[in-house]
């Protein structure tokens, strides 16, 4: 069935360096994907997302990829900071309602 | 920090009890959802709706029931045939139309079965 793989499950970085989270999607026919953030104890929040028709996509230090032949997907953080710190969550979806949600990432970028 | 809103924060329950979420949203959005998240295994779609009076079960619909009567509510219950209850509810809403939408998120409701 229609699945979104999302490594790493943890990642760890020193303030002010690069962070990348990757994710694999299983239907060629996805054409949305969002990234949401989702701090302590709070709700999800997209930061990020792309559409199928454009490869790469920016916002400040936040940064989204898109390589649809090999149905990949990534999240990139530059000059990371504490606040950055996180669980994000890559998700595909090819329209209508059904959106699919990878597993999580939790991102702690130490001081 | 409006725009949808769940309640309880948190809800114990016994065994065998049925148990009703609410979510309310005063955005203006035709589809409505509701999510489940386990440690370690994302977000998963129990219900979700795309307009009033009609609704679609997810992937884990089992145990659980919906309704839609109104447009800016989406209640969840949790039933006594959902075998593992305990988890955090996120309900969620996004608007419709074609193609796929930012879905926006309530600040969840932790129910603990015990």
């Known amino acids: 069935g229609e699945n979104v793989e999302q490594h790493p499950s943890t990642l760890s970085v020193q303030e002010g360096d690069s962070a990348v989270i990757k994710c694999t999607y299983s239907?060629?026919?996805?054409?949305?994907f969002p990234w949401y953030k989702q701090e302590l104890g709070k709700r999800p929040q997209l930061i990020i997302d792309i559409r199928s028709n454009v490869g790469e996509k920016k916002d400040q230090r936040i940064a989204v990829t898109l390589n649809k032949t090999a149905k990949h997907f990534s999240l990139h953080i530059t000059e990371t900071q504490p606040e950055d710190s996180a669980v994000y969550f890559c998700?595909?979806?090819?329209?209508?309602?059904?959106?699919?949600f990878g597993a999580g990432t939790r991102l702690f970028v130490k001081a | 920090d409006g725009g949808i809103t769940q309640s309880p924060k948190y809800l114990f329950r016994k065994e065998g009890q049925n148990v009703t979420l609410s979510c309310e949203q005063n955005l203006n959005h035709d589809a409505m959802y509701w999510y489940r998240q386990d440690p370690g295994q994302g977000l998963r779609l129990i219900y979700y709706s795309q307009i009033v009076n009609d609704f679609q079960k997810g992937d884990i619909a089992e145990g659980y029931s919906v309704s839609r009567e109104k447009k800016e509510s989406f209640p969840l219950t949790v039933t006594s045939a959902q075998k593992n209850p305990t988890a955090f509810y996120l309900c969620?809403?996004?608007?419709?139309?074609?193609?796929?939408?930012?879905?926006?998120f309530g600040p969840g409701t932790r129910l603990t079965v015990t």
């Open positions: 239907d060629s026919a996805s054409n949305y």
């Open positions: 969620a809403s996004s608007i419709s139309g074609t193609g796929a939408h930012e879905q926006y």
């Open positions: 998700a595909a979806s090819k329209g209508g309602f059904k959106t699919i």
